[in-house]
């Protein structure tokens, strides 16, 4: 049976204070000798997908990697932004957690959480190469700047594993 959840006006703004906390994450960079960049923002994602399930993270990665796209002057890779993490996040989400906060995915959910987020680094990676192809012109271009999206997605990873085990054994009491 499929949940036909709605989302409610409670979701709507859980998921636009997680895609605020995304913006704000991805804003703690540090800028890579060859153009790219190294942030939290992925941790963030990684962490709600943990958290809140595929629908939450999906979205609030969507719309809180675009607006700091926009926001900061990236522009073009906006529309790349909203559809390469809105994946990753709904991968890891629902590797995590499943579509919505309310489901849990088991007592093995680590296991599937580090899994999802492999894949939606795997994801990011390829998704960032065609998009950095498409931007710059470049495929050399887009291949030297795979160092920053892998060091970004393994931060993220260890970040995720640090601190979302503890506040998923809070939110899971409540």
């Known amino acids: 049976m499929v949940n036909k959840r709605k989302l409610t006006t409670r979701d709507l ?12 994450a991805t804003s703690i960079k540090i800028p890579l000798p060859t153009g790219g960049m190294v942030h939290l923002g992925t941790a963030a994602i990684f962490i709600t997908g943990i958290l809140f399930g595929g629908v939450y993270a999906g979205l609030a990665a ?5 607006f700091f796209d926009l926001l900061m002057g990236f522009s073009p890779y906006t529309i790349w932004s909203f559809f390469i993490k809105g994946a990753a996040g ?3 989400g629902m590797m995590a957690r ?12 680590i296991f599937k959480a580090v899994l999802g987020m ?11 190469i065609l998009a950095w192809w498409a931007v710059l012109g470049s495929v050399t271009v887009a291949l030297g700047n795979s160092p920053s999206s892998v060091i970004t997605s393994g931060i993220g990873l260890i ?13 899971d009491k409540r």
């Open 13 to 24: 703004i859980m998921i636009g204070m997680l895609a605020a906390v995304c913006v704000l």
């Open 62 to 66: 969507a719309i809180g990697s675009a």
């Open 90 to 92: 709904f991968t890891v």
């Open 98 to 109: 499943g579509l919505w906060p309310e489901m849990i995915s088991g007592d093995r959910w």
């Open 118 to 128: 492999v894949l939606a680094s795997f994801c990011t990676l390829g998704g960032y």
């Open 159 to 171: 970040v995720a594993m640090l601190i979302a085990p503890k506040l998923r054994h809070v939110l």
